[in-house]
């Protein structure tokens, strides 16, 4: 919709925003936070003073550093006093970015084919019903249709999202298991090559926890060298991967540092067994191996 800012020149030719028209208590029914002012109320008719409430893009936008409350914009032949502020929203489309958005009451507008928000506790077969039902006690030939929850809506709106996130995290398992068996089969196959060097080391007074210290260190050095490849190779494929993301930072701490620790963790267990096999392995069976 074009509008017009009294006192402002437009920067380029026209100003226009993303509009609304709804009725009192919509803030309340999404909640959405109302920052400022008042809703509309069933005397914002036609014949009573055109208002309309904002949300902070279009203040950050067209009357930046003002308070908008009060402040009167003039939208075709109308009139229109500010007399809300709102939170920014999603328009259309929940990947899209924010744009200013004014909401007009749904009595000042000549719009047509309305939505209907309900908030309810009910589950969502028997809420459809009682809505069906009220509505036919205005017209019982009023049919109702494309009847969704909120959830469901938002669902739809992330679908790849979502399949991306479990083939990464299918495909994350795999690789970890994959580094697991690795260093498995590196412990294990050091193990054997030095048992020889074990039985030798138990014949001079070397404890079980000195040889399970000694294999433990090589295997801490191989699972650091991972992590030290592993992660600014995460944090540059991240930044590819941003356009993918969403509701998500593609540099979050906290992931980065579970993600090392589940591949410490999982290090660590494919060492036990070889560890185990190693603490276990008699001095004179050793000596005689070959």
């Known amino acids: 919709m074009d509008f017009e800012v009294p006192g402002r020149p437009p920067k380029s030719s026209d100003l226009q925003s993303n509009m609304n028209a709804i009725s009192p208590d919509y803030f309340k029914t999404l909640s959405q936070a109302m920052l400022a002012g008042r809703d509309f109320n069933d005397r914002d008719v036609k014949k009573s003073p055109h208002v309309a409430i904002v949300n902070e893009l279009f203040v950050k936008q067209y009357i930046p550093g003002e308070n908008p409350l009060g402040r009167h914009i003039k939208m075709g032949d109308n009139d229109v006093e500010i007399v809300g502020l709102v939170k920014n929203s999603f328009y259309q489309d929940i990947r899209e970015k924010m744009s200013p ?16 928000l309900v908030r ?43 399949m991306l996130t479990f083939l990464a995290t299918l495909f994350s398992v795999l690789v970890t298991l994959l580094c697991g068996m690795g260093l498995y089969g590196l412990i294990a196959y050091a193990v054997s090559r030095r048992t020889r060097e074990i039985g030798v080391r138990f014949a001079v007074g070397a404890r079980k926890s000195d040889v399970a210290k000694l294999f433990l260190r090589e295997s801490t050095f ?50 036990l067994l070889p560890l185990r096999k190693a603490i276990r392995i008699e001095p004179l069976q050793a000596l005689r191996y070959e």
């Open 120 to 162: 309810t506790a009910l589950p969502a077969k028997i809420a459809v019903a009682e809505i069906q039902r009220a509505v036919q006690t205005v017209d019982a030939k009023l049919p109702i249709y494309g009847v969704q929850q909120m959830q469901e809506m938002i669902d739809q709106g992330i679908t790849s999202e979502r």
């Open 101 to 116: 958005l004014i909401y007009l009451p749904v009595k000042q507008t000549n719009s047509s084919g309305y939505s209907i």
């Open 222 to 271: 191989l699972i650091g060298l991972g992590v030290l490849a592993g992660v600014p190779l995460a944090l540059a494929s991240a930044r590819m991967l941003k356009s993918l993301l969403f509701g998500v930072s593609e540099m979050d701490g906290g992931i980065l540092f579970l993600t090392v620790a589940i591949f410490l963790t999982a290090g660590v267990l494919a060492s």
